[in-house]
């Protein structure tokens, strides 16, 4: 339960079905992947709480770590306390969100890996603080909530070499947000180069929040656009809330909404777990 995957609209049935026969033959598949955890630490009070997720890992790991610009020496203290030791920790400008330090700071290091799990210390400090703890939260539960559930996406990205994103459900108070309001995706061309940029935006889906578990080859094409930092600062268009921080309308924000269209143009398939934890 609560790792039950469920094909996003473009994608039928038959492959999930041939994912679970082949499951049900092989209850503990070996694990052949290298696998990496890929962290945006900006609230460095979050950290711990993420790091308790990862003990769901049973399988080797190496932890990828950014943090704000003096916060290097306070993440190692973090990480030795619960226990880990194999990880790289960079330390990044406060620009792009958790998206930049994936693609300019992590750019060399993820593909030395064959599946990373990208998880971030979201806070949503425009909303009150519950709502950013709940929505944290909700998406970790669904990506690292038990050692089972854990074992199991790693267990399909075994078995299935097509397999190229798995991603939790909507945060309902979000979803009903970009129902009533939209998700700017009629903007996403005036930031994103033609060669990222989907054909139609009918149907397109993303993960919500930017937690997610993926194949680095699904998001080859992303890196091949060699981002640089400033490219993330925010452009005259983008929105910003009263307190003049940028919400919306920037290349971090436009790249997450391309993800799921990247992976499938690359030839990959993309996944959501299906909303049954709660």
């Not at 973090?78 to 226990?83: C, E, F, N």
């Amino acid at each position: 339960e609560g790792t039950h995957l469920e094909p996003d609209q473009k994608y039928g049935y038959a492959y999930l079905n041939a994912t679970s026969r082949a499951l049900e033959l092989c209850s503990s598949v070996k694990n052949c992947l290298k696998i990496g955890v890929l962290i945006h630490a900006y609230y460095l009070d979050i950290l711990p709480e993420l790091l308790k997720y990862l003990k769901n890992i049973k399988e080797e790991f190496s932890i990828l770590l950014s943090v704000s610009i003096g916060n290097r020496e306070d993440a190692i203290i973090i990480l030795k306390s619960h226990g880990f030791s194999k990880f790289i920790i960079k330390e990044v400008e406060n620009v792009g969100f958790d998206i930049a330090p994936m693609i300019c700071a992590f750019q060399s290091e993820i593909f030395e890996f064959d599946l990373i799990c990208k998880i971030h210390t979201k806070k949503s400090t425009h909303n009150n603080i519950e709502f950013g703890k709940d929505w944290r939260n909700f998406c970790l539960d669904y990506l690292l909530k038990d050692e089972q559930s854990v074992r199991k996406i790693i267990n399909e990205f075994n078995i299935n070499e097509e397999l190229g994103i798995i991603y939790p459900p909507g945060y309902p108070p979000v979803l009903d947000w970009i129902k009533k309001n939209g998700a700017n995706l009629n903007q996403i061309e005036k930031i994103l180069p033609e060669s990222l940029v989907p054909a139609s935006f009918k149907n397109l889906v993303w993960p919500i929040g930017s937690f997610f578990w993926f194949r680095p080859a699904a998001l080859q094409p992303i890196f091949d656009e060699k981002f640089i930092l400033q490219d993330f600062e925010p452009k005259d268009f983008s929105l910003f809330d009263g307190n003049g921080t940028v919400r919306d309308l920037t290349l971090a924000h436009s790249i997450e909404r391309v993800l799921c269209y990247i992976a499938r143009s690359s030839g990959f398939k993309t996944y959501q777990i299906a909303n049954t934890l709660f």
